[in-house]
């Protein structure tokens, strides 16, 4: 009922800044809370960011707290995820998420929609 798909990634040189964002369509009209999570080969997929329906609450993963910025324009229906500072930790497949409710959550079993993922490589 609800596609997600995930754009802005891109290579990178350390100290550098992307903005990811993630476009839903599909059942639209709904108060979905989003997150953004990242994956790297023989590693779970681990928590980023996430943002409540309203954009009032948001939450960090302590490796992004003060470099990344999650955002959200519900009239667009699209989230973002600014990443500034870039490091070479930060190279992953990033994701977004969505679940059917207006609270955000930090684990992946806790959401019901997942895009398709976009590369982020960050060079030192």
């Known amino acids: 009922q609800v596609q997600l798909v995930e754009s802005g990634g891109g290579l990178v040189t350390a100290g550098g800044s992307l903005r990811l964002s993630c476009a839903a369509s599909g059942r639209t009209f709904s108060n979905y809370a989003k997150g953004w999570f990242r994956q790297t080969p023989g590693k779970e997929r681990e928590f980023v960011a996430a943002?409540?329906?309203?954009?009032?609450?948001?939450y960090y993963a302590d490796s992004v707290k003060g470099r990344f910025t999650i955002s959200r324009d519900n009239a667009k229906n699209t989230v973002y995820l600014q990443m500034n500072s870039l490091k070479p930790e930060d190279t992953a497949v990033y994701y977004c998420a969505a679940r059917n409710s207006l609270v955000a959550r930090t684990l992946p079993r806790e959401y019901d929609y997942w895009g398709q993922g976009t590369q982020v490589t960050v060079s030192s």
């Open positions: 943002i409540s329906y309203s954009g009032s609450s948001t």
